[in-house]
Nanobody, 126 residues
Framework: QVQLVESGGGLVQPGESLTLSCAAS????????IGWFRQAPGKEREGVSC????????YYDDSVKGRFTMSRDKAKNTVYLQINSLKPEDTGNYYC???????????????????WGQGTEVTVSS
């Protein structure tokens, strides 16, 4: 079983940057695909980025390409999501999740992911 804990959210102004963290325990993230998802108020959860357990380049949803950067620190068993040039529409709860049954390449369908963190809230407002 995988336990995931997100952190790093907060209230930021438009144009600023933020780095979210997802610390894993119970299993090495090298074994599974891991994704970042977000859910804006009143909207469905959507995938923004994922990375296969075997490594390789992260995959990004078109809506965030160029502003979001996903990375992994194997020694810390932690993944990160750096968000640049934040926009009000980036507001929402951000979750990380693992897909323990999937095979590469990773995909951004939330229903494919089985272990989720509790989320960290990002609010972009002036």
């Amino acid at each position: 079983q995988v336990q995931l804990v997100e952190s790093g959210g907060g209230l930021v102004q438009p144009g600023e940057s933020l780095t979210l963290s997802c610390a894993a325990s119970g299993s090495s993230l090298d074994r599974y695909a891991i994704g970042w998802f977000r859910q804006a108020p009143g909207k469905e959860r959507e995938g923004v980025s994922c990375m296969s357990g075997s490594g390789g380049a992260p995959y990004y949803d078109d809506s965030v390409k160029g502003r979001f950067t996903m990375s992994r620190d194997k020694a810390k068993n932690t993944v990160y999501l750096q968000i640049n040039s934040l926009k009000p529409e980036d507001t929402g709860n951000y979750y990380c999740a693992t897909d323990t049954a999937g095979v590469p390449p990773c995909i951004l369908f939330p229903w494919e992911y089985d272990y989720w963190g509790q989320g960290t809230e990002v609010t972009v407002s002036s």
